[in-house]
């Protein structure tokens, strides 16, 4: 009997092949398509015999993520040969380098804020998502964004980067916050495997100082005024979880040195050396604590923070935390 994933990867295969016999006729070197269909047809077999997936080498199940990207791969990555691993290595770190390409400016200008964010990935690539968007259909405004999709490594990297597409394409048509989160949300439903999320904020600041933020079950937003101290509690599901959500919002008033805090569970979650986790909370205690001249200042204070907590003990997760400050 054949699993669910063995009977997914079995129409994607056929589908290959499918394509791959018309190339056949239409190619000017059909040797080479007709060695990708014998591989193809040496992965049907396998899947006929329950031993689709599994390392050639070692008889481990390979890597799900690798296989999404190509149902072809034969074994698991400690067994790839030297050119395999050669191969690899160069995909994942241009992987590494479109990543980077989609981060906003760090020298970004904004009307009436000022920005600074720190994006750093566990390993060559992230599944948090970071974003700041000049709009050009308001022009004294900008949207902010970030975002966690679950897991870690290229299959959430590959879906940070549909975010990326979704959230620049919607910021773009004038529709109200609101209804970018829904349709972002639909796209992502639609689009992702329903074993993957993302957690997400979502902001409009205009630059008098108006915000008006989304909160799709991320970590909570920091909001520091010069008397108080605020989170923005989460209104919505995380994107990709169903495909028919709505999404709420709240309106804030920030006025000069108004800061707003936004981060991943690579801040919060990040644990000392005996487990315990930086939280929300001393991230609040620090922010209350910090008076800062400048939204990098507060940022290199908070890394500075974070890295006094965790001390030797080793990070598991990616980290983003972008600080936006009202000028
Ligand atoms: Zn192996």
Excluded at 118 to 125: A, K, R, W
Aim: net charge negative; hydrophobic share 35%; glycine share 6%.
């Amino acid at each position: 009997m054949a699993t669910q994933i063995e009977v997914m990867f079995a129409e994607r295969l056929s589908d290959r092949k499918r394509r791959l016999e018309e190339a056949v006729y239409r190619s000017n070197s059909p040797e080479d398509v007709r060695q990708l269909l014998q591989e193809v047809d040496r992965a049907l077999d396998k899947i006929g015999k329950g031993t689709y997936g599994l390392c050639e080498t070692c008889k481990e199940p390979i890597e799900t993520d690798r296989l999404n990207m190509d149902p072809l791969v034969r074994y698991c990555i400690d067994h790839l040969s030297s050119s395999e691993q050669r191969a690899l290595e160069h995909d994942i770190s241009t992987a590494r380098d479109i990543q980077v390409g989609l981060l906003p400016r760090k020298s970004i200008t904004l009307p009436g804020w000022q920005s600074a964010y720190h994006y750093e990935p566990l390993g060559p690539v992230s599944g948090d998502y970071c974003d700041i968007i000049l709009n050009e259909t308001r022009p004294n405004s900008f949207f902010f964004i970030v975002g966690d999709v679950t897991g870690k490594g290229i299959a959430a990297s590959i879906l940070m980067s549909q975010l990326h597409a979704t959230f620049r394409t919607l910021a773009q048509t004038g529709i109200p916050l609101g209804e970018i989160m829904q349709r972002a949300n639909r796209i992502f439903c639609e689009a992702s495997l329903v074993t993957h999320f993302a957690t997400l904020v979502c902001g409009l600041a205009d630059k008098n100082g108006n915000v008006e933020i989304s909160n799709a079950g991320h970590c909570l937003p920091v909001v520091v005024k010069s008397d108080a101290i605020d989170t923005i509690p989460s209104s919505g599901l995380p994107l990709g979880i169903s495909c028919d959500v709505k999404y709420k919002s709240s309106m804030l008033e920030l006025v000069h040195g108004d800061r707003i805090v936004v981060y991943t569970d690579g801040l919060s979650e990040a644990a000392d050396e005996s487990g315990e986790l930086y939280s929300e909370e001393r991230l609040k205690s620090l922010l209350k604590t910090t008076e800062s001249s400048a939204a990098s200042d507060l940022l290199a204070a908070s890394l500075k923070d974070l890295g006094r907590f965790i001390g030797n003990s080793k990070r598991s997760d990616d980290l983003t935390i972008l600080v936006l400050q009202k000028v």
